[in-house]
């Protein structure tokens, strides 16, 4: 894999404590399996969650430089579960294209004693460029650029716990455009600190470039070969802005070469699992059908999701 | 009255319990006191409103597909009222434009761990199609396009009640275009439910369609003779939009023709009550005079109306 | 200073006790001082702010009819640390041209069981007249027009008194368009009742206009005179539209005649500190370095903000 250019190392405080979430290339197994423990013990056993007074004294606000609605209210549910002040900060009309103007916005912010920032930003880096010159406050990645969405790939890795415990033995398949998903990146760096062996990537050749960055993991842009006898498929969201650049000419032809039916689905173990980011395209990159089936975890992702968040969010509270 | 096509069946449970709210009609008439007695309750003695623990541990979502600022606040407001976490889910930017988009959503925010949903839609029956499909969740209709708006009605059977508490004895007019008006639908289907045997409509005659669907109510093109000795007058909000449907040349013209003036609230009983939901067109379909008037309550609906929804939610949850 | 036709007095009741905050011409100097007592003992010692229970039974809107989410957020900040429920009115939609829409808008929420209203609106006066003609609710002016902004005022003067206890020996310079800045106007009112002899205002002629309605500051064209031995500089911010209208060619002509420097903060005593109500334009009104330096206390007002919002919130609500 090549060179990172965008270092996490600031994630981690002197005695080697986390104090932000930036990303998941070079957090420890330790640390990884602390977050999805904690989490899970915030799950009763209906899958439910509870309320936590954890963050009670604490204010968080998310700022989403790009829209995400549903992102961002994953973010808000899991500040308000731990009893947390939350403030949406309104960015829209924010005329905030200079890094300066933007730290100032943050120190300002901080001055206003939030404790706690989540960012998602179009620009890979810029919530590590924010930890680096913000002292005394938590960053949260919630996005950034195609570099890292660890809290996403963090659920993942608890979403498949719950089904195969020992990550050592399975095979994963990522279906999608590889190259341009943050997603996609902070899971094979989560697979990979798990003792995941064997990776598949499966795209289009022309989204295939992180192929070049892994050395463990392999590419197929056969889907049918990537998809024999995996443990887990998941399945990225098609970004339609991107397709052109993939030289994909329609939603269609892509669902044709690799989107997941029920066909294909059959082509893995019969145990497998299949996982979306959501929200999903139904019928584009995955069927309708298997999108619904039993061996979708899709919306116990998304239950998982407000877990991590929260568990995320008390680690940081308490290291601070 | 014509057969309803959209049925509120699925809001009772096999036992009879509330578990949704989504129309009036079918309503049982203990269910609709019951309602009404718990918002009584909430108010103190002075129509003041206190804070309740109810919902501490449940999480609400605004949901409106059609913009209403003011609606969307009196549910945000009982929900805190009531101790619940809530989200207001920004629609502005969602292409939700179909149903299985919608579902999508709507299953993702209930594994987020969503408790309670408060929809409102243009499209007649959607929070209904909601309830069928969404299970463990409760349903509170807002209002669906021209069908129904329950919490109003009911804060409006609340608000006569204070001042006219048998019901079965009022003269009841609504004045305006019954034909759109979800709200002129739900508080005939309330009124009928609590023993009101004559209620007038009142409206022009493109705006009557109503009388067909009718057969206890009675319609009236001439105002002055619809309020003769009236006892309740509920003055309707104009859609400026229908004016021209409606062959209404213009404000002054409806105003001229159905504007509650003072000369025509003298035509009612001398202590009727004037009631309107809400934002008033002064000089269009009332008189400032008369919505300042001491017969008016529209402000006394408006706390009402926090009293009902907080009732309904507590009633909800205690029921899910 | 000529006759200010906008009257602050409906802020006391009968009694004399602070019932609304909207301007601090008037305000007596024991009251200001108490204000100022209140926020000072919000901050610990590491000048950090603590939760309050002080407006656990009470609700806030934010009404901002100007757009500015910073100001928005320390009031929703103040109000959620004081354990408020607050709720953000969305006013982009609304049609609220005429006062009579708008005060039918500020009966309704006072009929959801809204307590206090915090106001921002470009006409001058605007919350004067809501809290002339809303009784039973506290208005908080977060800005109107040109007239007056007494939070900003608040924590101005709270943050010099941290450095300089003494007011009476203090000589203050405020720089920028003074005709225009409601946040200058408030800060003159609060130095005067704080008994600040020496007022200097530093502005392009054309910006000048304040010189004749005032009798005990002095007027500067020449920033370098003005800033001569002073203990205090407060930056204004430069309103682009303004320029124009002053005859500013451009915002480097601005930054040569009037941009904060350090040589020129040289000028002022050696312990003398730098104020801005932000967000700064570095290199417009002030320089990158001083903006930055030991004698800038930019940030430590923001914190200060919260805290005589809070402040302010806590007098009110006890005196309501």
Do not use: W
Request: hydrophobic share 40%; net charge negative; with cysteine.
């Amino acid at each position: 894999m090549k060179q990172n250019l965008i270092s996490n190392h600031v994630q981690l405080d002197e005695s080697g404590k986390l104090i932000h979430l930036l990303g998941l290339e070079g957090l420890p197994k330790s640390q990884l399996l602390d977050i999805l423990d904690k989490a899970s013990n915030l799950l009763d056993n209906n899958g439910n969650l509870k309320k936590s007074k954890a963050l009670d004294d604490m204010s968080v606000a998310n700022l989403f430089f790009e829209p995400s609605t549903r992102t961002r209210n994953t973010f808000e549910i899991a500040a308000m579960r731990n009893s947390a002040n939350v403030i949406n900060v309104d960015l829209a009309n924010s005329a905030l294209k200079k890094n300066e103007a933007l730290m100032d916005t943050m120190h300002t912010l901080k001055a206003m004693q939030i404790d706690m920032f989540v960012i998602r930003h179009k620009q890979s880096g810029l919530p590590h460029h924010v930890a680096q010159h913000l002292k005394g406050v938590s960053i949260l990645n919630a996005g950034d650029g195609t570099n890292a969405h660890p809290t996403q790939a963090l659920l993942d890795m608890l979403s498949i716990h719950q089904h195969k415990p020992n990550f050592k033995d399975l095979s994963v398949a990522i279906v999608g455009d590889i190259t341009h998903s943050r997603v996609a990146h902070s899971d094979i760096h989560a697979l990979k600190t798990l003792g995941v062996t064997d990776i598949r990537l499966i795209a289009p050749k022309a989204l295939q470039h992180e192929s070049e960055r892994c050395d463990t993991v392999r590419c197929f842009s056969d889907m049918d070969l990537g998809l024999k006898d995996c443990d887990v498929i998941m399945v990225l969201r098609l970004q339609k802005e991107r397709m052109l650049e993939a030289e994909i000419p329609n939603e269609q032809e892509y669902f044709e070469n690799y989107g997941l039916t029920s066909e294909r689905l059959k082509l893995a173990k019969k145990d497998a699992i299949v996982m979306h980011p959501g929200p999903i395209n139904r019928g584009v990159e995955i069927d309708s059908t298997v999108a619904d089936c039993d061996q979708s975890i899709i919306l116990q992702q998304v239950t998982n999701g407000i877990a991590i968040r929260m568990a995320v969010m008390q680690i940081l509270a308490k290291n601070s």
